[in-house]
């Protein structure tokens, strides 16, 4: 809905009879509120499944299913941001996590400690990828000099190194703007300066 910008939709409801009917609503923004708060008057409630584990081993096991289909989800995003099937829009900042942070909050700590942990290893598994500034980076130069049995030269070093920060810059500059864009106030003022 939040994305309907003031146009018409029509939604099924069921009422306590069992019987459905179709409704035509018009979403409104409203500037007023503020951003951070849940402001549409609904609550939604993500199907949770809970699974415990009858022992150490099993709880490992458990783990490591769940790192594996992180660690593909991630691939999977990194890859069609490259191949262009996800815009650089579709990403959140510091400001986005906040409020998913503050929505998985609202539901109970221990889904707030399972945001974190994922939080984590997202940005572990980003650490190691090769970009030169990064952990990843660092690893492909010792890789490389394990191998040819002699470090890069200092002026490839440099450059590589320049451009890591720059492409981790760049993306972290563009994730704040995309971030600040979704707050409706900011997004008034960056439309007014930049048309």
């Given amino acids: 809905m939040q994305w309907a910008d003031d146009n018409p939709l029509v939604m099924q409801v069921v009422g306590e009879n069992g019987e459905a009917r179709d409704v035509q609503v018009t979403p ?28 150490v081993m099993q709880a490992l096991g458990m783990a490591t299913g769940q790192a594996k289909t992180t660690l593909m989800r991630i691939w999977l995003t990194l890859r069609s941001l490259f191949t262009g099937d996800i815009s650089v829009t579709e990403l959140q900042g510091p400001i986005g996590i906040a409020r998913v942070a503050y929505s998985f909050a609202q539901h109970s700590l221990s889904r707030l400690l399972e945001f974190l942990a994922f939080l984590s290893f997202n940005l572990a598994v980003i650490n190691f990828l090769p970009i030169p500034v990064l952990d990843g980076g660092h690893m492909v130069f010792l890789s490389w000099e394990a191998v ?16 890591g920060l720059a492409f981790v810059l760049v993306l972290m500059v563009t994730v704040i703007f995309v971030d600040l864009e979704r707050i409706p ?11």
Avoid: C, N
């Fill in 28 to 55: 409104k923004r409203d500037p007023q509120r503020d951003w951070f708060l849940p402001i549409r008057g609904t609550q939604h409630y993500t199907l949770v499944e809970t699974r415990q584990a009858d022992g």
């Fill in 148 to 163: 040819t049995r002699r470090r890069p030269s200092e002026k490839v070093l440099i450059a590589a190194t320049y451009f």
């Fill in 185 to 195: 106030a900011i997004k008034q003022v960056i439309e007014s300066i930049f048309g």
